[in-house]
């Protein structure tokens, strides 16, 4: 029911820039469904990067036109990994009790209410496909919360999906905005995570240097011009660089480098990125 067409950068029509807050509610079974779908394999992984989540769905917001920062994330699940990411809260969800996804769909939308009632944040992400839901989020949308759904690539294509499947698209009409996972989004977080190395080999400094620039570019060279020259005016009154974009430029080096970067490494790599987006180049710096 649900094909994957090449990426494209949504934001076309200059969205004006969303802030607040940002929790994210992830049912587990629907993500693992979701990213098999942008998968190129039918392979099931044995599990899940959760290491990579938050930064990928910032980048997610990001490719969806909301410059927004993922806080944290609630992952319900009635199977528990050994991963423990930092900012994310498992709900451990004892379905012996009854139907999984009854279970599941009572704690989100119990979270869903908590959150909105307490004002607790600005901005919902959403990651299920349980129609119940839908009025969850539209009581949490009159109190004021805008909700996002995270869909797969069916979701460009309302008018068809009516037919195919009314009840998920009239969960996804609820939303103030459809929130597509990208291909390379969903392999990002299908590759094993990988544990620390006892000993890490030495790596000459000029060669990860060369490959952060590396990074750096091919990064830049995949932004649209819209989000360059927002990206360049937000740097020309600070000193540093969005969160943001240094958790998701964190993220690639890691992976390009197979290893998380020294402090010095990081130091470099956002100075990097500084001189990229707003044009500066060794031979324009003084001596």
């Not at 890691?254 to 470099?268: M, Q, V, W, Y």
Request: net charge negative; aromatic share 4%.
């Amino acid at each position: 029911m649900k094909t994957e067409i090449r990426a494209t950068h949504p934001r076309k029509e200059h969205a004006p820039t969303r802030n607040g807050r940002c929790i994210a509610l992830i049912d587990s079974n629907y993500m693992a469904w979701l990213l098999k779908q942008g998968s190129d394999t039918d392979a099931e992984p044995e599990t899940y990067n959760r290491q990579a989540l938050i930064p990928t769905l910032t980048q997610t917001l990001k490719q969806a036109g909301l410059g927004l920062d993922v806080q944290r994330v609630y992952w319900y699940t009635d199977n528990p990994d050994s991963q423990f990411p930092q900012d994310q809260i498992v709900r451990v969800l004892d379905v012996t009790s009854g139907e999984p996804s009854e279970v599941v769909f009572a704690a989100m939308s119990a979270d869903i209410a908590r959150l909105s009632e307490r004002k607790a944040c600005e901005h919902l992400l959403v990651a299920s496909d349980d129609d119940r839901l839908t009025a969850s989020i539209d009581e949490a949308q009159l109190h004021g919360l805008n909700v996002y759904l995270l869909a797969d690539e069916s979701a460009r294509h309302m008018d068809q999906l009516i037919n195919e499947d009314p009840a998920w698209c009239r969960l996804l009409a609820q939303a103030d905005r459809r929130v597509l996972l990208m291909p390379q989004a969903a392999r990002e977080l299908t590759a094993q995570p990988r544990a620390a190395a006892a000993v890490a080999a030495p790596q000459d400094p000029e060669l990860v240097r060369t490959k952060l620039q590396e990074v750096v570019d091919g990064w830049w060279d995949d932004e649209p011009e819209d989000l360059r020259e927002d990206l360049r005016d937000e740097l020309r009154g600070s000193h540093g660089i969005p969160q943001e974009v240094d958790r998701h430029m964190l993220l690639r080096v890691r992976r390009a480098l197979d290893r998380p970067l020294s402090f010095p490494e990081k130091k470099i790599l956002r100075e990097m990125v500084r001189n990229k987006v707003l044009g500066i180049t060794e031979e324009s710096m003084p001596a």
